[in-house]
C-alpha cells in the first residue's frame, strides 16, 4: 500500500478522531439553567463595570500623553485635555531613537516567538505521543525547571554567553529564550486531547514521526500554537532585565530600555513619557486583537485533559 494513496485516509480519520473545537466544547460545558434576566442584566453591570475599571489605567496613560508636562498630575484629574497636544506623537520620535528600539523589540520578539513555537511543539509531541523509556520521568524533571527562579541561574547564563563571546548582541537573548518549559507543557496538554489513533495510522501508511508532527499534528494545534505564539510574544516584548544584562549599546537596546533611560534623563517630561509608553503598547494591542480567539480557544481546550 503507498504512502500516498493512503494519506487521504489518514486525513479522513483525522477528521472524525480529531478533538471536538474549542467552542462547541465550552457551549457544552456552560450548558445548564439559565440565570433569571434581572441576574443576568446584574452581571452584565458588574463585567462592564470591571471592564472600566480595567481601562482607566490604559485610559489616563493615553490621556496624559495628549497634555502639557503640567498638566499630567493636576488636581482634580483633567481625564480629557482642555488641549489636544497631538505633536507630542511627533517630537518623541527627534528626542529619542524609537523607531530603533522599536525595529530591535519587534525583530527579537517575532524571531523568539518563532522558534519557541516550533521547538516547544516538537518537543510536547516527543513527550505526548511517542514512547520512550523514561518519557514521563524527563517530562516532569523539565517542567519542574519552571519553578526555578530566573536570578538562581542568571550569573553563570551571563558567564556562559561572555564565555563565548554572544554579550552585547542580539543572538544572546535568542538563544537563552528559544526554548521554554512552558511552552513544552501548554503543547503537550493540547496533544493529548488528540487520540493516539491518528499517530498510528500514520505510521502504518508508513509516515516517519517529523512528518507526522508536521503533516498530521500541528494542523490540529493552531489555537495552542497561536495562544504560544501570543504569550511568547508578549513576553518577550516586555522584557526588560534581559536586554538590560546583556546589550551595552545603545543601538541594540529594545523599546524598554530606552523608555526606561528617557525617564532617566528626562524624568520631568510626563506627557512625552507617556507618549512613548502608549507607543510601545499599540503592537501588543494589535497581537492581541489578531489573535484573541485562537488565544481563548487554546488556553480552554489545553487546560481539558492532564
Known amino acids: ?48 463595570a470591571l471592564t472600566l475599571l480595567i481601562f482607566v489605567p490604559f485610559f489616563w496613560m493615553v490621556s496624559s500623553s495628549l497634555k502639557h508636562n503640567n498638566q499630567v498630575f493636576s488636581i482634580p484629574i483633567q481625564w480629557i485635555p482642555t488641549e489636544f497636544v497631538w505633536s507630542n506623537y511627533v517630537d518623541i520620535w527627534t528626542r529619542i531613537p524609537l523607531l530603533t528600539y522599536l525595529k530591535n ?19 510536547a509531541y516527543g513527550f505526548s505521543k511517542m514512547r520512550f523509556k523514561g518519557r514521563d520521568v524527563l517530562f516532569v524533571i523539565y ?8 536570578q538562581a541561574y542568571m ?4 558567564i556562559m554567553m561572555q564565555n563565548a563571546g554572544l554579550v552585547n548582541t542580539h543572538l544572546s537573548i535568542i538563544l537563552l ?12 496538554q493540547y496533544y493529548m486531547t488528540i487520540p493516539d489513533e491518528l499517530s498510528e495510522a500514520a505510521r502504518i501508511d508508513g509516515l516517519n514521526e517529523y512528518r507526522i508532527w508536521w503533516r498530521i499534528i500541528l494542523p490540529l494545534t493552531k489555537p495552542a500554537l497561536a495562544s504560544l505564539a501570543l504569550l511568547t510574544f508578549v513576553s518577550t516584548w516586555n522584557d526588560y532585565m534581559g536586554p538590560f544584562i546583556y546589550f551595552t549599546s545603545n543601538d541594540l537596546w529594545t523599546v524598554q530600555i530606552g523608555l526606561r533611560s ?28 489578531l489573535g484573541q480567539r ?13
Open 1 to 48: 500500500m503507498s504512502v500516498t494513496s493512503t494519506l487521504p485516509e489518514v486525513d479522513r480519520l483525522a477528521d472524525e478522531l480529531a478533538p471536538p473545537a474549542a467552542g462547541r466544547r465550552l457551549t457544552a460545558k456552560r450548558r445548564g439553567p439559565r440565570l433569571k434576566p434581572a441576574k443576568r442584566v446584574l452581571l452584565y453591570v458588574l463585567l462592564a
Open 105 to 123: 523589540s519587534l525583530f527579537l520578539s517575532v524571531t523568539i516567538t518563532f522558534l519557541q513555537v516550533l521547538t516547544g511543539s516538537f518537543a
Open 143 to 150: 517542567i519542574a525547571t519552571i519553578a526555578v527562579p530566573w
Open 155 to 158: 550569573i553563570p547564563q551571563y
Open 177 to 188: 529564550q528559544a526554548f521554554g518549559a512552558f511552552g513544552v507543557f501548554l503543547m503537550r
Open 262 to 289: 528617557f525617564v532617566g534623563q528626562f524624568d520631568a517630561e510626563y506627557a512625552m513619557i507617556m507618549t512613548g509608553s502608549v507607543i510601545s503598547v499599540i503592537p501588543i494591542v494589535i497581537v492581541f486583537l
Open 294 to 306: 485562537f488565544f481563548i480557544q487554546g488556553i480552554a481546550t489545553s487546560g481539558l485533559k492532564g
